[in-house]
């Protein structure tokens, strides 16, 4: 599977952007997608996770309420709705493929995925 995320920018505080990921290569199997963000000189983090049918979705405390995660299984994108930007979102964002988990599950641990795309950077000014 290769992933490929755009849509990251530079934005104000309390301003949105909407990155996404684009999956391609073995994508007949389900698998569950998630995103995950590293800023300068901290370790990288799990942000949001969603299954292959998209029923089971996890967020970390800090985005809870202000992100949304979803995908369009026919488009093999993933999407990540980020509104009520702050300045500690800052980081450059990673979207992952767990290709083991299958319809339902998905995990909200980086050494569970498989692939990893590029990442995007997102900015947010204070």
């Known amino acids: 599977v290769q992933l490929q995320a755009s849509g990251g920018g530079l934005v104000q505080a309390g301003g949105s952007l909407r990155p996404s990921c684009a999956a391609s290569?073995?994508?007949?199997?389900?698998?569950?997608m998630g995103w995950f963000r590293q800023a300068p000189g901290k370790e990288r983090e799990f942000v949001a996770s969603i299954s292959w049918s998209g029923s089971n979705t996890y967020y970390t405390d800090s985005v809870k309420g202000r992100f949304t995660i979803s995908r369009d299984n026919a488009k093999n994108t993933m999407y990540l709705q980020m509104n009520s930007l702050k300045p500690e979102d800052t980081a450059v964002y990673y979207c992952a493929a767990d290709v083991g988990s299958g319809y339902f599950s998905v995990s909200r641990r980086a050494e569970m995925y498989d692939y990893w795309g590029q990442g995007t950077q997102v900015t947010v000014s204070s």
């Open positions: 290569g073995r994508t007949s199997s389900p698998y569950g």
